[in-house]
C-alpha cells in the first residue's frame, strides 16, 4: 500500500519518495486552513490519510487545525450564507399571502408584476408544456385566471430560486442544472405524495422540495477544499456523501439548509421538513418531513438524481409504512415526475 505523507493543517497529502521514510518526510504544505507553510511531517497509509486513526471518531479526526471542535467550523460555514443570494422579496411574499385566506389571485398577480424578472421567468415556466398552455398566457393576470392560485404561486417560487440552484457544483462533482433538476424531481414527487396523502399540504410539499439541497450551494466550496479525502473515506468505506459529510464536519447538508430557510424567513413547517428530509423519524412524526424523505428517496432511484453514491442510497427504515406507500406505488410515480422534468 502506498504511503504517504499528511499536512497537519489542511490533511492534503503527498507520495513519500524514494528513501524518505515515515514519519522522516520534509514536503512543505501550503496549508489553506493555517494561511501558512508548515512541514508535512507524518507518513501513514493512503487509507488512514483519508479515514484517519479508526480508533478515533470522525468528529474528532477532522477538527480543524487548531484543534478547535466541529461547531467553530459550522459557524464558518452557517456565516457564509450571508454570501448567498437573499430569496427573492417577491418569492416570501407570494407565500404568506397563500397563507392569509383573505387574499386573491388579483393580489398575487400585482406582486408578481412588481419583480420584472420574476415576472419573466413565470410566463416562460407557465406556458411549459407542463401546464399545457403552451403559447396561451401573454399575462401575469391571465395566468393567474387560467393557472389558479396555488399553481402560480408554486411557479413563483420555481423561478425564484432558478439561477440560485442552476450552477456547477464542483466539490460535489454536479454539472450546471444537475442540482436544479434534481430539486424539481423532489418537488413533483414530494407534490404527488401530498396529492396522495393530505392534500393540505401540497403546495408547502412543492416549495421544500423545491430548496431542500440548498444546503449543498454553501457546503460545496468546503467539499471541494477536502475533496481528496472524502473520495476515498467513501471509497474505502462504502460510504455515501452524506455519510461523508457528516463524518468530515459533524452534521450535514440538510442542517445548513434549514439554517438558509431561517436566514429567508421561509416558514417553519418547511424548515423544519428540510432539516429532516434525510431523518424524518427526528421530525416528531411530521407528515411533510416524511413526503420530503420519502420524494427524495424516489427522485435519486428514478435515476433523476446526482450523486455517484445512488446505489447506497436507502430510505429510512420505517418510512414507507409511515407514510403508506409501497413499492408499487413509487414505481408508479417515476415516470411522472421524469416526464415533468423535461416539459417544464
Not at 90 to 114: G, P
Not at 258 to 284: D, F, L, V, Y
Request: proline share 3%.
Amino acid at each position: 500500500m502506498e504511503k504517504v505523507c499528511v499536512c497537519a493543517g489542511c490533511r492534503n497529502t503527498n507520495p513519500l519518495k524514494d528513501g524518505l521514510r515515515s514519519g522522516d518526510c520534509s514536503h512543505i504544505c501550503t496549508c489553506k486552513e493555517r494561511e501558512e507553510k508548515i512541514p508535512i511531517d507524518q507518513g501513514i497509509d493512503q487509507t488512514a490519510a483519508a479515514i484517519h486513526d479508526k480508533n478515533t471518531s470522525c468528529a474528532t479526526a477532522h477538527r480543524t487545525p487548531a484543534g478547535r471542535p466541529a461547531d467553530d467550523l459550522k459557524a464558518k460555514i452557517i456565516q457564509s450564507i450571508e454570501d448567498l443570494p437573499p430569496m427573492p422579496q417577491v418569492v416570501v411574499r407570494i407565500q404568506h399571502l397563500l397563507a392569509d385566506l383573505n387574499s386573491d389571485t388579483k393580489q398575487i398577480a400585482k406582486m408578481i408584476e412588481s419583480d420584472q424578472a420574476i415576472a419573466a421567468k413565470v410566463l416562460k415556466m407557465a406556458n411549459s408544456a407542463f401546464y399545457g398552455m403552451s403559447g396561451k398566457i401573454a399575462s401575469i393576470h391571465q395566468a393567474s385566471l387560467l393557472l389558479g392560485y396555488q399553481t402560480l404561486g408554486e411557479i413563483v417560487t420555481m423561478a425564484g430560486t432558478a439561477d440560485l440552484l442552476a450552477g456547477k457544483m464542483p466539490g460535489y462533482g454536479y454539472d450546471s442544472l444537475d442540482l436544479w433538476k434534481h430539486s424539481l424531481s423532489v418537488a413533483f414527487g414530494s407534490k404527488l405524495i401530498a396529492a396522495i396523502k393530505n392534500q393540505d399540504l401540497i403546495y408547502e410539499a412543492h416549495t421544500a422540495g423545491l430548496i431542500h439541497d440548498v444546503g449543498k450551494i454553501v457546503l460545496d466550496p468546503f467539499i471541494m477544499e477536502r475533496k481528496n479525502a472524502i473520495a476515498a473515506y467513501m471509497e474505502q468505506e462504502e460510504k455515501t456523501f452524506l455519510d461523508a459529510e457528516r463524518c468530515f464536519f459533524g452534521f450535514d447538508h440538510a442542517e445548513i439548509a434549514s439554517e438558509i430557510c431561517r436566514s429567508w424567513k421561509i416558514p417553519e413547517n418547511i424548515t423544519r421538513a428540510i432539516g429532516c428530509h434525510h431523518q424524518p423519524s427526528m421530525s416528531n412524526g411530521d407528515q411533510l418531513s416524511y413526503m420530503l424523505h420519502i420524494a427524495d428517496y424516489v427522485a435519486t432511484m428514478g435515476g433523476i438524481g446526482y450523486d455517484e453514491d445512488d446505489i447506497l442510497y436507502e430510505a429510512e427504515k420505517g418510512a414507507m409504512d409511515f407514510i403508506g406507500l409501497t413499492q408499487e406505488d413509487i414505481g408508479g410515480m417515476i415516470p411522472k415526475i421524469i416526464e415533468a422534468v423535461e416539459q417544464l
